[in-house]
């Protein structure tokens, strides 16, 4: 067997580094952010839950394009739907049948959907949940809680105080925010409904809409989606659920479904098309209807190709008991991890809802605790195998992934637990510590 290496793709990310600023455009595909010099960079191929790299690797990945890949790289009835569409046109000056036949999927699917807009991204999708609930209420403040993208009514929490942090990343500076924005938009702490219901008696008539990730990797805390709910209700606020991570993993009419807690509008993104370009923001008639009177407009959301490819994931999903499946495969790869972690006497455990899972080392010291994140990525790309602390199942995912995943972590924690019991990480380090700081990614 030959040695590991990612040579090509350190080749690549030198030129990169003169061209592209960041390198890559999604920071969480940032090769700083996994085991730089180990993890591979530039992919030649995906299939299934499988990448090849530039340098002739073969990973077992669990990242799942960081979200967007849901039944698997390459699906063949996807892509064989999209090939049709291609040929057909992919865009034209008229519209598709298609695009009436996903909304009405998406309304037969998710609790919250009576009527549809499509967009292309996620963040781009939540400024237009934004802007219309903004619209309809006549109100400029947004309470939210979560990840919601790189737009100016997200980032303007950063004007005169560091708010992100516990949301995002630290060290954020919202350069190029307009200074105007400062105070629009204010951040609750998920499961404190106490501190939603003070901002809302705070700033009471003013707040057009509470956007929030319903849940991540955790079931929400018993009876918080429920409290956000009947606050909502009460001050007459928009409650807006961001499912661009948990829609269509827990449940095909996402965390809403999973919860039963129904927002006035949601948005949809990444595992919606699995990995064409789609987005939708969907909700109730008498919000949505709205949008008809507001100037929201762009040549590529109606775009043929993004939308066949949602309509065609939607029904794959469905067909192929694609939840059923992720908690069997999330809960085989929990115990698997776990016992891994046992075995090799870290203490480390995999936890959360089975179709999204995250790994988590027991360290309180921040710095070691990155040290240790990126020891373990290290050692799992150089075993073949590409797995975060943070991870997304797709339908490719199967026993033999989980079962060649456990043997590969049982020996990355071995590492670990040797790095730990002899002192030594940072020897067994053959990369930069992983880099988390938003503000020392940028210099
Ligand atoms: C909850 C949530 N909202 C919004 C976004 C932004 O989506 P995009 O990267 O497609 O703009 C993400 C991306 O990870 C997300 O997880």
């Given at each position: 067997m030959t040695a590991h290496t990612v040579a090509r793709s350190m080749e690549i990310y030198a030129r990169a580094r003169q061209l592209i600023p960041g390198v890559t455009q999604l920071i969480?595909?940032?090769?700083?952010?996994?085991?730089?010099?180990?993890?591979?960079?530039?992919?030649?191929?995906?299939?299934?839950?499988?990448?090849?790299?530039?340098?002739?690797?073969?990973?077992?990945?669990?990242?799942?394009?960081?979200?967007?890949?849901?039944?698997?790289y390459a699906d063949p009835v996807v892509d064989a739907a999209v090939c049709e569409q291609i040929a057909r046109g992919s865009i034209c000056s008229l519209v598709e049948e298609n695009a009436v036949t996903l909304a009405e999927e998406l309304v037969r699917l998710i609790p919250s959907?009576?009527?549809?807009?499509?967009?292309?991204?996620?963040?781009?999708?939540?400024?237009?949940?934004?802007?219309?609930?903004?619209?309809?209420?006549?109100r400029d403040r947004v309470l939210f809680c979560g990840y919601h993208g790189w737009h100016d009514w997200y980032l303007a929490a950063n004007l005169g105080a560091e708010r992100l942090a516990a949301h995002l990343f630290n060290g954020i500076e919202p350069i190029g925010v307009p200074r105007a924005l400062e105070g629009t938009a204010i951040p609750f702490a998920y499961?404190?409904?106490?501190?939603?219901?003070?901002?809302?008696?705070?700033?009471?008539?003013?707040?057009?809409?509470?956007?929030?990730?319903?849940?991540?990797?955790?079931?929400?805390?018993?009876?918080?989606?429920?409290?956000?709910?009947?606050?909502a209700d009460e001050h007459e606020v928009v409650l807006i659920f961001d499912e661009v991570s948990s829609g269509f993993r827990v449940a095909l009419g996402g965390a809403q479904q999973f919860t039963g807690v129904t927002p006035d509008m949601s948005v949809f993104a990444k595992a919606i098309s699995n990995g064409y370009p789609m987005a939708a923001v969907?909700?109730?008639?008498?919000?949505?209807?709205?949008?008809?009177?507001?100037?929201?407009?762009?040549?590529?959301?109606?775009?043929?190709?993004?939308?066949?490819?949602?309509?065609?994931?939607?029904?794959?999903?469905?067909?192929?008991?694609?939840?059923?499946?992720?908690?069997?495969?999330?809960?085989?790869?929990?115990?698997?991890?776990?016992?891994?972690?046992?075995?090799?006497?870290?203490?480390?455990?995999?936890?959360?809802?089975?179709?999204?899972?995250?790994?988590?080392?027991?360290?309180?010291?921040?710095?070691?605790?990155?040290?240790?994140?990126?020891?373990f990525i290290q050692e799992n790309a150089r075993r073949g195998v590409i797995l975060h602390p943070g991870l997304f199942l797709n339908c490719a995912h199967d026993e033999q992934a989980v079962e060649r995943t456990v043997e590969v972590v049982r020996e990355s924690l071995g590492v670990l637990a040797r790095g730990l019991r002899e002192g030594c990480i940072d020897r067994l380090l053959e990369c930069p510590i992983q880099q988390e700081l938003f503000r020392r990614l940028v210099h």
């Open positions: 969480s595909r940032r090769p700083t952010r996994a085991a730089l010099g180990v993890s591979p960079i530039y992919a030649r191929r995906a299939k299934g839950c499988r990448i090849w790299d530039v340098d002739g690797n073969e990973y077992i990945d669990w990242m799942s394009g960081v979200g967007p890949i849901i039944l698997g959907a009576e009527m549809v807009r499509y967009a292309k991204g996620g963040g781009e999708a939540c400024a237009i949940a934004v802007r219309i609930a903004r619209g309809v209420t006549g499961g404190d409904a106490d501190m939603v219901a003070d901002l809302l008696r705070r700033h009471r008539g003013e707040v057009a809409c509470i956007i929030m990730e319903p849940m991540r990797t955790e079931v929400p805390p018993p009876g918080f989606l429920e409290a956000v709910r009947e606050l969907v909700g109730k008639r008498a919000i949505m209807a709205a949008v008809e009177r507001m100037f929201v407009s762009s040549a590529y959301w109606d775009d043929h190709v993004g939308i066949v490819a949602a309509l065609t994931t939607l029904r794959e999903l469905e067909r192929r008991h694609a939840v059923a499946h992720f908690q069997r495969i999330g809960a085989l790869l929990k115990a698997g991890i776990d016992r891994a972690a046992q075995e090799a006497g870290v203490e480390a455990e995999c936890r959360g809802v089975d179709a999204h899972p995250g790994i988590r080392f027991a360290c309180t010291d921040p710095v070691l605790a990155r040290k240790l994140a990126t020891l």
